[in-house]
């Protein structure tokens, strides 16, 4: 199957993902114990992906494992280093200023400054 | 009886003009996450570039997909003759997490009109999920909850776009000097923290977290989606707990709130 094909399957499949609930369930009201199980969707999703892309990093391995859904190089935790200073000052700054903008423009400089200085 | 367009409380021009607004405070505030997004749309297309997809390819899947963790496995796997099924399977499970988001969205999108529902859900991303529940909280109004929604997504959604563009025709000659991969945890940490308003909220993120890491090796990238699930369940526990406790971490979160200056995307109210 072609790259193209591929990638509009996987469009067409994200836009089901996005748009059945919305459509079909839609008008349904929501118990209180299922509303405050939706209020924690986005810090258990937002903490995986945070604990994914900070602290994982694939290795360079062979390309072997593509046909069984394994990762292709071995997940390693990346060695501590500037990115997780930076992500450490950059989470307290989010938490005292609750700002995404300055939480962003902070963790980007101190990712750069301690790039320079190491 | 005739309408007069500036008389007070007349329909029209007012809603129009209040629901242009809102539109404009979505673009607003969601600006400084559009251009987060940027740098993560550039590490997207250099590995476009690098992969053995066609650059317009790998340019429309921005168009089309919309997400940047799901394109990044989906060009991986392509590129290393992965069959379809796991290729576009895998892309499918990172992006499962959508459906959890409308979940929580679709309280809101059950007000508004039906033929905005499927152009609206395709907008959904992490971060106009985040941005709009927040928004939700403090505004009733459906219009302008929609037209807020809208201003959020289509800015993502260009800022998506041009990045990934800039990123294909830049390519290699982008240094790994300006550290660009660091904005992809950095820009869900920043959406991350203000996510976090009670006990409860704090359980499912350290749980989330601390099982997404222990399920990375489950195969088809499923460990995110175990792991979400997980932080829900325990977070809903410690929340029927210890609902006290809660209540009062909420309020001490919504002084903190309340004391921080400008710019705060977060709005306590309602706790």
Redesign the interface.
């Known amino acids: 199957m072609s790259a193209l094909s591929m990638v509009i399957l996987a469009a067409l499949g994200s836009l089901v993902i996005r748009s059945a609930l919305v459509t079909v369930l839609a008008g349904v009201t929501i118990g209180p114990r299922i509303g405050r199980g939706l209020r924690l969707v986005a810090p258990s999703v937002l903490a995986g992906l945070v604990a994914q892309t900070l602290l994982i990093q694939e290795s360079l391995g062979e390309s072997t494992g593509g046909s069984t859904g394994e990762p292709v190089g071995e997940l390693l935790f990346r060695s501590l280093g500037s990115w997780h200073v930076a992500a450490a000052m950059a989470a307290l700054v989010a938490w005292r200023t609750r700002s995404i903008a300055i939480t962003l423009a902070v963790g980007m400089a101190a990712v750069w400054l301690l790039e320079l200085v190491t | 009886m005739a309408n007069t367009p500036d008389t007070p409380g007349t329909p029209g021009p007012s809603t129009k003009r209040t629901t242009r607004e809102a539109f404009r405070a979505g673009i607003r505030s969601v ?3 559009a ?2 997004v940027l740098p993560f749309g550039m590490v997207y297309g250099t590995a476009v570039v690098e992969s ?3 650059n317009w ?1 790998g340019g ?2 921005s168009s ?4 940047g ?2 394109q990044l496995a ?1 060009v ?3 590129d ?5 099924t ?7 499970v990172i ?13 809101s ?2 007000e508004y009109p ?1 033929r905005w ?2 152009p ?3 907008l ?1 991303t ?1 971060q106009t ?2 941005t709009s ?1 927040l928004y939700n909280e403090t505004d009733d109004d459906p219009n302008r909850r929609r037209l807020f929604y809208l201003g959020v997504g289509v800015a993502l959604w260009v800022s998506w776009v041009a990045g990934t563009w800039i990123g294909i025709v830049l390519g290699a000659s982008l240094s790994s ?3 660009l991969e ?15 308003r009670d006990r ?3 359980v ?10 222990i399920a ?2 489950v ?2 990238n499923t ?2 989606l175990i ?6 369940a325990a ?2 526990l410690s ?1 029927a707990t210890s609902s006290a406790s809660s209540a009062s971490a909420a309020s001490a979160a919504s002084a ?2 309340a004391a ?7 709005d306590e109210s309602e706790q």
Do not use: H, K
């Open positions: 600006l400084p996450l251009i987060g053995s997809i066609s390819v429309l899947a089309i997909i919309l997400a963790a799901a989906l991986d796997l392509i290393d003759n992965a069959p379809w796991v290729a576009v399977g895998t892309a499918l992006n499962a997490r959508f459906l959890m988001y409308s979940a929580a969205l679709m309280p999108f059950s039906r529902r499927i609206m859900a395709m959904i992490d999920a985040v529940l000097g300006f550290q660091f904005a992809v945890p950095l820009m869900f940490l920043a959406l991350l923290v203000p996510s976090i409860s909220s704090l499912a993120a350290i749980v989330g977290a601390a099982v997404t890491l990375r090796d195969p088809f460990g995110l792991g979400a699930m997980c932080g829900i977070g809903m929340g903190a709130s921080s200056g400008e710019g705060a995307v977060v």
